[in-house]
């Protein structure tokens, strides 16, 4: 079995009330809710650290 393509989508202060996808209805964001459709969206999540580059470091 081949090993599924993975591709993680993160954004520097991206707040969830400003997309469209989590129920803004005045932001447009017709790319990214159709990216939530097919793919998974995490809408319970904690972050290691306050800070974009720490946080992202956790990741490897």
Known sequence: MASPNIV???ADQ????SLGLYGN???KTP???A????????ENYFTP????????CILM
């Not at 990216?35 to 995490?42: E, M, P, S």
């Not at 650290?49 to 992202?56: N, T």
């Open 8 to 10: 993680l989508l993160l």
């Open 25 to 27: 209805a005045d932001v």
């Open 49 to 56: 650290h306050p800070f974009c580059l720490p946080a992202r």
């Open 14 to 17: 991206q707040k969830a009330t």
């Open 35 to 42: 990216l939530a459709q097919r793919g998974v969206v995490f």
């Open 31 to 33: 790319t990214l809710e």
